[in-house]
């Protein structure tokens, strides 16, 4: 298993057990008023209250997210990480810092992504889609084993949805995991691996 958790409740936000099981090379969604909870505790921003989580084989629950992140683990918030001052293509080299042929390897994912016509746009002028798929490229360049994303459906169709995990599939085929906590409808056409339900909170 790529990743593996059990709660006795989520930071006290939820009532119930809670666990979940991702292998390598899957798409996972964690669905319900739940899922925040579940991306808080997977990125480390919050404690589980009881269990542990593991990753590739080694517990990782009291690991800080910077820690978790070194490990292979890529996060996602709610909140975009786009700069707007920037072009689609600068957001994608800055996102890569110091690492050589950077201006090559963003161009790169641009067009894994479908987004080479846009490289001269500023983010807010793409639509929500294509949004979703910039903070992927992003994600992306450091060839993360595990993606966790908090809440990437908001302001998109089901069958925006659908393409956005297909965008997902391109890094999965390859070993890359992925845990997308959703609320609201799952999509028609089931193209996740695994789902689990959160719906009892108390928050």
Do not use: C, H
Request: charged share 25%.
């Amino acid at each position: 298993m790529n990743l593996r958790l059990r709660a006795d409740r989520l930071s006290g936000r939820t009532s119930e057990p809670f666990s979940l099981e991702l292998s390598a090379g899957e798409v996972g969604i964690v669905l319900g008023e739940g899922a925040p909870s579940a991306f808080r505790v997977v990125s480390g921003a919050d404690p589980a209250a009881g269990g542990a989580l593991f990753f590739e084989g080694k517990e990782v629950t009291r690991w800080p997210t910077f820690q978790r992140s070194r490990a292979g683990m890529s996060f996602l918030g709610e909140r975009s990480s786009l700069v707007d001052r920037l072009t689609v293509r600068e957001n994608v080299v800055m996102a890569l810092g110091a690492v050589q042929r950077r201006a090559a390897e963003a161009d790169k994912l641009l067009e894994q992504l479908g987004l080479s016509a846009s490289a001269g746009a500023v983010p807010s002028s793409l639509a929500t889609i294509d949004r979703r798929r910039l903070e992927l490229a992003r994600a992306m360049v450091l060839n993360p084993k595990l993606l966790i994303w908090d809440r990437p459906n908001v302001g998109l169709e089901d069958l925006q949805m659908i393409s956005l995990i297909a965008s997902l599939r391109k890094y999965t085929e390859t070993g890359m995991s992925a845990l997308l906590m959703v609320i609201g409808a799952l999509p028609e056409g089931r193209p996740q691996d695994r789902v689990v339900v959160v719906e009892n909170t108390k928050i």
